[in-house]
């Protein structure tokens, strides 16, 4: 039997985020499937200097990682963390598929939309 590479999605890469993929990035059979988060500082230059994929875990900061240039691969990079995880981790490779996982998971029902306030 084969040794196997388990991969290790890193959900932020603060204090313990960054330790983590440092421990992970030293084992034989680990290795880090990228690094999602919300944030464009220091920390994220860090990650990306380490050689670690990166990803956005919402919309929003896509943008602002896009527009710093620091998203390595915007065509996996998804909306919300649960699909970013997949994403890293190579369980679903369509961001679409992914999102309707979600929803399923979630219950989210998009025929169904509720409006609120005064029209």
């Given at each position: 039997?084969?040794?196997?590479?388990?991969?290790?999605?890193?959900?932020?890469?603060?204090?313990?985020?960054?330790?983590?993929?440092?421990?992970?990035?030293?084992?034989?059979?680990?290795?880090?499937?990228?690094?999602?988060?919300?944030?464009?500082?220091?920390?994220?230059?860090?990650?990306?200097?380490?050689?670690?994929?990166?990803?956005?875990?919402?919309?929003?900061?896509?943008?602002?990682?896009?527009?710093?240039?620091?998203?390595?691969?915007?065509?996996?990079?998804?909306?919300?963390?649960?699909?970013?995880i997949r994403a890293m981790t190579g369980l679903e490779s369509s961001g679409a598929r992914s999102i309707a996982k979600t929803d399923a998971a979630l219950e989210i029902?998009?025929?169904?939309?509720?409006?609120?306030?005064?029209?």
């Amino acid at each position: 039997m084969g040794t196997r590479t388990v991969r290790v999605p890193v959900n932020g890469y603060g204090v313990i985020g960054k330790r983590v993929a440092d421990a992970v990035a030293l084992q034989d059979d680990m290795s880090v499937a990228g690094v999602a988060d919300v944030v464009t500082d220091y920390r994220i230059r860090l990650a990306v200097e380490r050689g670690h994929a990166l990803y956005a875990a919402t919309d929003e900061a896509r943008s602002r990682m896009a527009d710093a240039g620091q998203v390595h691969n915007e065509a996996i990079v998804t909306p919300e963390t649960v699909d970013a995880i997949r994403a890293m981790t190579g369980l679903e490779s369509s961001g679409a598929r992914s999102i309707a996982k979600t929803d399923a998971a979630l219950e989210i029902r998009k025929d169904l939309l509720v409006w609120g306030g005064a029209r």
